[in-house]
């Protein structure tokens, strides 16, 4: 054995401990009752809500930027409730990639317009940023028989990335398309029948975005849905993953008509004004934690005071 192997070894062990110990413990709450894993999650939610400052002064904001008619005490509550909802799911996925394929069906309920999903025809999947979104992508891959693709951004953490990978991969015909290959290959899977699993509804910086309104404020948003869909010949079908005592309702709703337009600001101001309507009915599941209006159209100062 090298040197050089040797002293790297001490270094690199508790990082292998903490993954296993880490896997090791998503992996035992996969085997525990629902309202168990939900009730661990309630309380890591305060805890996060006490501890993560920065994150919650930000998800303050956004919820005042959007919410403005609220008060501050309904603020308040909406954003501790937030916590709890997004500590919940993300212990979800302990079932979600982990318990048997019996338990997460049973769990997972899909709703509303589920027709659109079999059409045999290239789609969009929009899927906003719910708590729930992995459980809506697992409950799609379960129960539509036709191929599913998803664009991946990988882990740094080697361990969590495998998880992942192998848990978004565990049913159906999912087909993980890396981000850093763009969208070609996006495309042509689209256009040979396949349905794109979509999460366009983040400030991906100034790079190839358009300054569209979100809940009234001028915000930086990419225009991929759009242009995807008009690339694959696409319909767009809008899913919405809302967390429930007994799982997640994953409801499908019906399929945009003329759309996309000739115009993709205008189109793309069209999926805000949608996704606004969405996130109305269940403001709380919503992912409020992100830096939604991080990005400022030029010469505007930033909204999140130095966070």
């Known amino acids: ?47 996060l809500h006490l501890v993560a400052a920065r994150r919650r002064r930000i ?44 338990t997460v069906r049973a769990r997972l309920r899909m709703v509303g317009a589920t027709h659109e999903l079999q059409v045999e025809q290239p789609t969009v999947i929009l899927a906003p940023h719910f708590v729930g979104l992995d459980a809506g992508g697992m409950a799609v891959s379960l129960n539509v028989k036709r191929p599913l693709i998803s664009i991946y951004a990988g882990q740094l953490n080697e361990a969590v990335d495998q998880w992942i990978r192998a848990g978004r991969l565990r049913f159906g015909d999912v087909k993980l398309v890396e981000k850093h290959q763009g969208l070609r290959p996006v495309i042509h899977l689209v256009r040979g029948g396949g349905a794109l699993y979509l999460l366009p509804d983040m400030d991906m910086g100034p790079q190839e975005s358009v300054f569209v309104p979100f809940f009234g404020v001028s ?28 799982g ?31 996130i109305a009915t269940m403001p709380e599941q919503y992912y409020w934690v992100h830096k939604r209006f991080k990005t400022r159209p030029p010469g505007e100062a930033s909204l999140y005071n130095g966070d």
Request: aromatic residues 10%.
């Open 1 to 47: 054995m090298s040197k050089t192997t040797e002293t790297a070894q001490p270094s690199e062990a508790p990082q292998r401990w903490s993954d296993r110990l880490g896997l090791g413990f998503m992996r035992l709450l996969a085997r525990l009752p629902l309202s168990w894993v939900r009730g661990l999650g309630w309380l890591v939610g305060q805890v």
């Open 59 to 102: 998800a303050s904001t956004n919820w005042a930027l959007c919410f403005p008619q609220d008060s501050e005490a309904q603020r308040r509550r909406a954003v501790r409730q937030h916590f709890v909802h997004f500590a919940q799911a993300w212990l979800d996925r302990s079932w979600l990639w982990e318990a048997d394929e019996a």
């Open 219 to 246: 915000t930086a948003t990419v225009p991929t849905l759009p242009r995807i869909a008009r690339l694959g010949h696409a319909r767009v079908v809008p899913v919405i993953s809302r967390m429930t005592r007994e």
């Open 248 to 278: 997640y309702d994953v409801e499908v709703l019906p399929a945009w008509s003329d759309y996309p337009g000739e115009d993709a600001v205008a189109d793309t101001a069209t999926m805000n004004q949608k996704l606004e309507a969405m």
